[in-house]
């Protein structure tokens, strides 16, 4: 038999999530049936497998010793390189500004050097973050921007901090303001166009639609535009829905793609001019809460910015 007690960032977490990371050995049809056989209890009583846990709470493992047997841990992100441009921090979150071509998380062709690898392995080499004395929890990003995109990207060093900004970007109460380069003047210095948006999964491409019934999402995209140079304009956008590649379709759709967008914009043309990535930064983060955010309250009616965006330092010596 083998206890483990839940920590702080254990909390409300579910049983079976909770025993995949204490007992990486134990297989899950095994677990399962474990826990319905109370050989795995909580507290010394019985649990469900989607039991959440409260801090304190003890897991008893009634089970066979070489189910503990001890896996030396490798840890994926002390391959990733120290390397971030830390726009705040506190002893609760982190915000990065994430340069364009960075991932944010893994895949099929990346897994090594990713912004969340990059934020494990600092905060591991500061001592804040050690995988072997955390039973479920490791840092996390509360969002995510595109590998071509740059910007503020928000991580949570513990549990209840990630909840919290989970719960506030899905409520709205998170502001995010862009910087983008579009081809062209438009007419109008500043507005906010609707539409309907459809995703073509195969192609991960969206399509604006004319109308609801052609069954697009509907999508709100503000721009003002700060400045027009040499056939192109500085402007900073507002969503007030938040869809896929929805600024790039939007300013597409109105004769003003993005400077280097090569899925809606004009690339072969762009390139020759440098640019192979599409104009386009999160460059401003604002809290703005409606409702109580706990650990985070501090952070209310705060904004934070990048100053110095590339491209409209570059082309419109612009900076914040």
């Not at 549990?159 to 109460?173: G, P, Q, V, W």
């Not at 709100?220 to 600024?247: A, C, M, P, W």
């Not at 690339?267 to 409702?291: C, E, H, I, N, V």
């Amino acid at each position: 038999m083998k206890s483990f007690t839940a920590g702080k960032n254990d909390a409300g977490k579910r049983l079976d999530k909770f025993i995949q990371k204490a007992i990486p050995s134990l297989p899950t049809s095994l677990m399962y049936r474990f826990i319905r056989t109370k050989h795995i209890k909580v507290n010394r009583k019985k649990a469900e497998i989607s039991t959440k846990l409260n801090e304190g709470d003890v897991v008893e493992a009634w089970i066979s010793d070489e189910f503990f047997a001890e896996v030396k841990p490798k840890y994926d992100f002390l391959s990733a390189p120290v390397k971030l441009d830390i726009v705040y921090e506190d002893e609760n979150i982190l915000l990065v500004d994430k340069k364009q071509g960075v991932l944010v998380h893994p895949d099929d062709k990346e897994y090594s050097d990713t912004l969340i690898g990059r934020i494990q392995h600092y905060l591991y080499d500061k001592g804040e973050y050690d995988p072997e004395l955390e039973n479920s929890f490791k840092p996390s990003l509360a969002n995510r921007i595109d590998r071509g995109t740059g910007g503020i990207v928000i991580a949570a060093k513990n549990a209840e901090a990630l909840r919290i900004l989970c719960d506030k970007i899905k409520y709205r109460e998170l502001d995010k303001k862009y910087l983008a380069v579009i081809h062209g003047i438009p007419k109008k210095k500043e507005a906010i166009l609707e539409g309907f948006l459809e995703k073509n999964e195969d192609k991960n491409k969206v399509y604006l639609k004319s109308s609801r019934a052609d069954g697009g999402l509907t999508i709100k995209t503000g721009y003002r535009v700060l400045s027009s140079k040499n056939g192109l304009s500085l402007i900073e956008v507002d969503l007030f829905t938040g869809r896929t590649h929805q600024i790039r379709a939007h300013m597409a759709s109105i004769g003003h793609p993005l400077l280097g967008d090569g899925k809606y914009g004009k690339l072969a043309a762009d390139k020759k001019l440098g640019f192979t990535r599409q104009a386009l930064y999160s460059y401003k983060l604002s809290f703005d809460f409606k409702t109580d955010a706990g650990i985070l309250n501090y952070l209310n009616q705060k904004t934070f910015t990048v100053e110095d965006v590339w491209f409209a330092r570059e082309l419109f010596d612009f900076r914040v």
